[in-house]
């Protein structure tokens, strides 16, 4: 976890010159001479990403940072300078009107490492001074919003299973006072969560599956019902239709929607957000055993509606509908899921812009609006209602595998998630990835948190 945010400077104090492209030579024209000829010798123009630490005054150092053109400035660009600057701590200067917010928390991002299974992890050391920071408090709950999801969607299988899930959910429950449940085993049968148990009823008794609920009311009365739901599948075999080990390989980050469902909980509760919250996460494995739900089986759900398993490897809707199903007994004014479902989400839009579902539309401009203002991509996908057919099944009322000629995977399953889904209130769906697989400046590879800015904007601004 990065280390928390300094409140006071220690000194000697580094400084970092943060400049646009357009704005860099009138910057370094009003240095002193060693100082401009410095930069100019390294070719220093202002230019995105680039980087010049040379040193000043007292023994200080001074770094010079560019941001590009104005027009595409991104904050999150900051998240490479904790990793790339020298020990010690530093504050900014600019005069640019730069967001002070989004830059900490850029720092805090760019800051984080996983090094729980090294034996030399080594530590960020170039730190931010908070002083001129109106609200650190707020940097460190969504830094460490973030921060969770990555630790978890990191951590393997063998050390994260639905026990695990569960034991990371009470200890924010018992943080902020929220009302906790866990359901285990065969018990989900006779509390009526009948998917999530046929899908996690085979594996080992150790990693038995698990149906989570949290409640937690905010400041104040008449307060909106928000519903966050998150797949926690800690790992997923493709059960009796096994995938290759090549599909094997990233399974351990298939509860990534519960991570970010239990993050961002945890946020809302840290900034006492005025809502009703419920937070729901069905974990299980799919695994393969005698007892292992088969292709071609009729599963009941808590919603009534029967399914048929047309494929063992599209289990994450199976616990979903079951927990959308206990979603729509909340009276709910706002339901949001989150889940690794389909790599035909990845297909359409790669792994860093976010598709959702939703067909509200005061809901989906509020999205489109925190997602551009937040820089954290997602974008609108069609509940298209001409493919509900494909999901009709000539024995039960749905199946979960549907027929191939509708093609557009993302968009089958969401839909199937549609049946299950609250009729109060608005339902959105996140077809999430929350997993880096390129490496770059501050963001490594590995897990990732995706849509958490935006959706906690977005409840803020609701609940409101």
């Not at 075999?237 to 469902?261: E, Q």
């Not at 812009?353 to 401009?365: A, G, M």
């Amino acid at each position: 976890m990065p280390k928390p945010l300094p409140t006071s400077s220690a000194k000697p104090v580094n400084t970092i010159h943060a400049v646009f492209e357009d704005e860099a030579e009138v910057a370094i024209a009003a240095l002193k001479p060693a100082q401009s000829g410095f930069l100019a010798a390294r070719g220093f123009t202002g230019k995105a990403g680039s980087l010049v630490v040379m040193p000043a005054e007292g023994g200080t150092m001074a770094a010079w940072f560019g941001l590009g053109a104005r027009a595409a400035y991104n904050p999150l660009a900051f998240r490479a300078l904790p990793t790339q600057l020298p020990k010690g701590v530093w504050t900014l200067k600019s005069d640019a009107g730069l967001d002070r917010h989004a830059i900490h928390v850029a720092w805090g991002l760019g800051a984080y490492s996983f090094n729980r299974y090294k034996a030399s992890g080594k530590a960020v050391e170039a730190v931010l001074d908070t002083t001129d920071l109106p609200n650190p408090v707020a940097v460190d709950c969504e830094v460490r919003a973030h921060t969770l999801v990555r630790d978890l969607v990191n951590t393997p299988a063998n050390d994260l299973g639905p026990a695990e899930i569960a034991e990371a959910a009470r200890a924010i429950a018992e943080a902020h006072g929220a009302s906790f449940k866990v359901i285990a085993g065969h018990d989900l049968l006779a509390e009526n969560y009948p998917a999530v148990h046929a899908v996690g009823r085979a594996a080992a008794s150790h990693h038995a599956p698990r149906f989570i609920e949290m409640s937690w009311q905010g400041p104040g009365v008449g307060l909106p019902t928000v519903v966050l739901i998150g797949k926690g599948v800690v790992f997923d075999t493709g059960g009796l239709n096994i995938k290759p080990g090549s599909g094997m390989g990233l399974m351990k980050k298939d509860m990534g929607g519960a991570a970010h469902a239990l993050a961002l909980g945890d946020w809302i509760m840290a900034t006492h957000l005025p809502v009703r919250l419920h937070i729901l996460i069905p974990t299980v494995e799919n695994s393969i055993s005698g007892d292992a739900m088969r292709p071609g089986d009729v599963l009941q759900s808590r919603a009534g509606l029967t399914i048929e398993v047309g494929n063992t490897d599209a289990e994450g809707r199976l616990i979903l509908a079951d927990a959308l199903a206990r979603a729509s007994e909340l009276d709910p004014n706002l339901t949001i899921d989150f889940a690794t479902l389909t790599g035909a989400a990845r297909v359409a839009l790669g792994p860093e812009v976010i598709p959702f579902y939703c067909d509200d539309e005061d809901i989906v401009r509020r999205l489109e609006v925190a997602s551009i203002a937040h820089h954290d991509p997602l974008w609108r996908m069609p509940l298209w209602s001409g493919y509900k057919d494909a999901l009709d099944s000539d024995i039960a009322d749905i199946k979960n595998d549907p027929s191939g000629w509708a093609q557009a995977g993302s968009v089958t399953a969401a839909l199937f998630l549609q049946r299950f889904a609250p009729k109060s209130g608005a339902w959105v769906h996140f077809d999430i990835y929350a997993w880096n697989p390129r490496g770059r400046a501050g963001a490594p590879v590995g897990a990732e948190a995706q849509g958490l800015r935006a959706v906690f904007r977005l409840i803020e601004e609701y609940s409101g």
